[in-house]
């Protein structure tokens, strides 16, 4: 049984960071994309970041780059979200999920999800 476990939310004033984990188990994801979105207050959810866990390549988000990294541990069977220079507008449930797809971005294209962590960002 596929299980994402995500951790790391919390509350941080502006400017500052937080390093988001998502634990993975229940079967090998080195052939798999891993994907971070997110859903603020009355929005729809949106994707934030990707990583092919086999060979490392990754894809973000406009609203990600250059502030964000995706980033895995085989070892732990973990992948991370380190999220730099946070504003008030990345406050937001995020939440890790699993694709077939190579840098998937498209929330469909996901077949197993997380239950998410809160994050929010004060001004």
């Known amino acids: 049984q596929v299980q994402l476990v995500e951790s790391g939310g919390g509350w941080v004033q502006a400017g500052g960071s937080l390093r988001l984990s998502c634990a993975a188990s229940?079967?090998?994801?080195?052939?798999?994309?891993m994907g971070w979105f997110r859903q603020a207050p009355g929005k729809e959810r949106e994707f934030v970041a990707a990583?092919?866990?086999?060979?490392?390549?990754?894809y973000y988000a406009d609203s990600a780059k250059g502030r964000f990294t995706i980033s895995t541990d085989n070892a732990k069977n973990t992948v991370y979200l380190q999220m730099n220079s946070l504003k008030p507008e990345d406050t937001a449930i995020y939440y890790c999920a699993s694709s077939r797809v190579f840098l998937q971005s498209r929330e469909s294209g996901y077949d197993y999800w997380g239950q998410g962590t809160q994050v929010t960002v004060s001004s």
């Open positions: 990583i092919f866990w086999m060979l490392g390549n990754t």
């Open positions: 229940g079967r090998t994801f080195t052939g798999y994309t």
